[in-house]
């Protein structure tokens, strides 16, 4: 690549065209550039090889060991010092829903929250209330069909580890026949 080397002439504030730009034979960016490139140590031992009058004017950070980290935006990161939300008592939320004409379905929610594997659990209910059931959510399960009253029996008698206080009935509101 063919270095072009000139200086910017400034007389008065004013300044002459064309441009004369000098790039760097490491990078290819223009001189200014280099403290950005990713080889900055590369760009120091040319700037010092071919260009020592300009070498000493010129600041290249100090080598390509340290990264700049991102200030603004992206994903934000949580130190977990003092930061961290108390948090609240685990809960199995069960809940009707009304779907079309006179079906219903029962959502439960926080399973996943005691350790129980929704997929096991969509089949113990399935094969348990004779009925459709799948896991449509993170953490929620949709069983075809109004069974909140019998879940309170089966989820802690099936799964030792949640006791009845902490399943929650929010209700909802049956279709009407």
């Known amino acids: 690549m063919a270095d072009i080397m000139a200086d910017t002439e400034t007389t008065g504030g004013e300044v002459s065209y064309p441009l004369k730009v000098t790039y760097c034979g490491a990078c290819s960016m223009p001189l200014e550039y280099c403290e950005y490139s ?57 809940q009707l829903s009304a779907r079309s004409k006179n079906k219903n379905v029962t959502l439960v929610k926080g399973l996943a929250t005691f350790g129980v594997d929704l997929k096991i659990a969509s089949k113990v209910f399935s094969s348990k209330f004779a009925c459709g059931c799948s896991v449509t959510g993170a953490d929620e399960i949709t069983i075809q069909g109004d069974f909140s009253d019998q879940l309170f029996d089966l989820i802690p008698e099936k799964w030792k580890q949640i006791d009845e206080d902490s399943i929650e009935d929010l209700g909802g509101e049956p279709n009407k026949r």
Do not use: M, Y
């Open 38 to 94: 990713t080889c900055k140590d590369a760009c120091r031992e040319w700037l010092e090889k071919n260009l020592p009058n300009l070498a000493g004017d010129i600041a290249i950070g100090d080598g390509g060991d340290e990264k700049k980290h991102q200030k603004r935006g992206g994903k934000g990161t949580t130190s977990g010092k003092g930061t961290k939300k108390q948090q609240e008592p685990a809960k199995i939320t069960l």
